[in-house]
């Protein structure tokens, strides 16, 4: 059975995975507002393509997730209880991906094909999808799942500095493919038509983005150029620290990016800058409170109950008669030489 250490790493290399396959159908909502056949699709068609990206970008902030958990809150060492965190959090990301699928695919079928072809076409996607990544998956799924023992896990807390490190550099991996695609995306739709007939604020807000999500790219590769440059790939403990540092800076960076690439998007849809700014903040706060907010709160839970457990286990070890803690004789002599 393989230990926690290579659980973890798997964990977070599917992570990986479904953030390449996420990346590819954010750009392509976020690249067709700027078309001109974006114009011509039916009204129902342009709100799926809003609703489409709504949930892409859900599925980015929760395929994000466990890198920003793992930091944040067990500071890169391998528990049970990451494992398991990310399990979860990668079964829901792959919902809100299969309904993006399923309206990409509507959206296509609906310019080359009359009714119902479209709804068909975005149904095979719905259907295909559940049943590869739910329903299959679900049909093989053993009665019992082993667990791994409680002294293997004890074993692989004292994981090596190394293991840290590599976990640090996946996880950088796993964000930078989408600051990538969106960079990428950003500085090919100054050149479309598209672009050009946006209102000069817009434009503008696009600049800011390009910016933002360029910052989070350089962010997200310097762990590596750390590692090479400044230790001469040595594993210590001020790489490891830096590169995390260094990764939750890009991250905030990204969502921020994110987030001004929406208030474009929707304000140009509706024709609302209320409506591109609601949007924007929207975004801001789930991604940012899901990956800081929430996992910040974890670990000061956490570290509190551990706290609690401190403080309460002297007094049960005297409830039970068990000897005296070390201070209790040093106490007690210095209070017989005050008398």
């Known amino acids: 059975m393989p230990g926690l250490s290579s659980k973890v790493q798997n964990s977070l290399d599917e992570a990986r995975m479904l953030m390449l396959g996420t990346q590819v159908l954010v750009g392509f909502h976020f690249e067709a507002v700027l078309q001109h056949g974006f114009d011509r699709l039916p009204d129902g068609a342009r709100w799926a393509m809003v609703v489409g990206l709504g949930l892409l970008i859900a599925a980015v902030g929760l395929n994000l997730w466990p890198a920003a958990h793992h930091?944040?809150?067990?500071?890169?060492?391998?528990?049970?209880?990451?494992?398991?965190?990310?399990?979860r959090v990668l079964c829901w990301a792959l919902a809100p991906v299969a309904a993006g699928l399923t309206i990409d695919m509507y959206v296509v079928a609906e310019v080359v094909a009359a009714p119902p072809i479209p709804a068909l076409a975005g149904l095979a996607?719905?259907?295909?999808?559940?049943?590869?990544?739910?329903?299959?998956?679900?049909?093989?799924?053993?009665?019992?799942?082993?667990?791994?023992p409680m002294e293997q896990e004890h074993k692989d807390r004292g994981e090596a500095l190394e293991q840290k490190i590599r976990h640090m550099l996946t996880e950088a991996r796993m964000t930078l493919p989408g600051a990538q695609a969106l960079l990428g995306f950003g500085t090919v739709a100054v050149l479309m038509q598209g672009f050009a007939e946006l209102d000069r604020s817009l434009q503008a807000v696009h600049l800011v983005s390009v910016g933002l999500i360029a910052l989070s790219t350089v962010l997200l590769i310097a762990p590596a150029a750390f590692h090479r440059v400044a230790t001469d790939g040595e594993n210590t403990e001020l790489v490891y620290r830096t590169g995390s540092r260094l990764l939750l800076a890009g991250m905030a960076t990204l969502a921020l990016g994110i987030a001004a690439e929406?208030?474009?998007?929707?304000?140009?849809?509706?024709?609302?800058?209320?409506?591109?700014?609601?949007?924007?903040s929207a975004v801001a706060i789930v991604l940012l409170g899901m990956w800081?907010?929430?996992?910040?709160?974890?670990?000061?839970?956490?570290?509190?109950?551990?706290?609690g457990r401190s403080r309460v286990s002297?007094?049960?070890?005297?409830?039970?008669?068990?000897?005296?803690?070390?201070?209790?004789p040093r106490t007690s002599t210095s209070a017989h030489g005050a008398r």
């Open 125 to 148: 996607g719905a259907v295909t999808a559940v049943a590869a990544w739910y329903v299959w998956p679900w049909t093989r799924r053993p009665a019992r799942p082993k667990e791994l």
């Open 71 to 87: 930091v944040l809150v067990w500071n890169g060492e391998d528990r049970r209880d990451q494992v398991v965190f990310t399990n």
């Open 262 to 280: 929406t208030w474009v998007v929707v304000e140009k849809v509706t024709a609302s800058r209320v409506a591109g700014i609601a949007a924007a």
């Open 314 to 328: 002297p007094r049960l070890r005297r409830a039970r008669g068990s000897p005296p803690s070390p201070e209790g």
């Open 292 to 307: 800081f907010g929430w996992t910040a709160w974890k670990r000061r839970s956490l570290a509190g109950r551990g706290a």
